[in-house]
């Protein structure tokens, strides 16, 4: 039997193998923005009792700025992927998302 590419068979099984793609690519996303998030916060801790004022520090513009530049190194560090956060965040969300999917089918 051949299944043309319009038949109602092949688009279902397009769309389905699709779904996974996504599912992955989402749960992913989450996880390296959880790990983002998680070390520009452990950042901001450590960076707490660094001074601001000393001859070649930033003064100023520092204290204003300083959280925007740990939330960018966090966002560096989570896609080094070295931490493994997001890695162990992605497979909670896709083993979660995997549940709730399989619960919607039956």
Sequence with gaps: MDISPLSPTAQTARSAAAKPA???HSAKKAGQEFEALMVGQMLESMFAGVETGSAFSGGQGERTWRSFMLQEYGKAIAEAGTLGIGRMVEA??????GQTSEGAKG
Excluded: G
């Design 22 to 24: 996504t599912q992955n």
């Design 92 to 97: 909670d969300v896709a083993r979660l998302y």
